[in-house]
């Protein structure tokens, strides 16, 4: 199965020791997908995307047009001085761009 066209966002369910994690797709709001592992979330989001589709075909009900959104990479954020400042010390401690550093931080606290 190739990459969706649909977005769905990923909501970290777990409590304690239990881990889990529920995905919630705009275009199909009557789809509740959870998993125990985030690669178990995109297989089974994927499966169960495709299979809607194909229901929504057999019933004739009108399949949502897909994501078309792509997005740069880029985005601006704001932040106080005091925090824009404390972050150039952190990156620069690290021996890295700020950028690179807020890249990192981001990247570790959604993929993991």
Same mark, same amino acid.
């Given at each position: 199965?190739? *990459? ?7 909501? +970290? ?10 995905? @919630?797709? /705009? ?22 995307i495709f299979t809607e589709i194909i229901l929504y075909? *057999? ?7 897909? +994501?078309?959104q792509k997005y740069s990479g880029r985005f601006v954020?704001? @932040?106080? /001085? ?27 606290q959604i993929m993991s």
């Amino acid at each position: 199965m190739s *990459k969706l066209p649909y977005h769905y966002t990923i909501i +970290d369910i777990s409590e304690g020791n239990e881990i889990g994690f529920k995905a @919630v797709i /705009p275009k199909f709001p009557k789809l509740h997908i959870m998993a125990d592992s985030l690669s178990q979330l995109h297989d089974i989001v994927k499966k169960t995307i495709f299979t809607e589709i194909i229901l929504y075909k *057999k019933k004739r009900i009108p399949i949502p047009k897909p +994501d078309l959104q792509k997005y740069s990479g880029r985005f601006v954020l704001r @932040v106080r /001085p005091e925090v824009h400042e404390k972050l150039a010390q952190l990156s620069e401690a690290k021996g890295t761009s700020l950028n690179h550093y807020l890249n990192r931080l981001i990247e570790d606290q959604i993929m993991s």
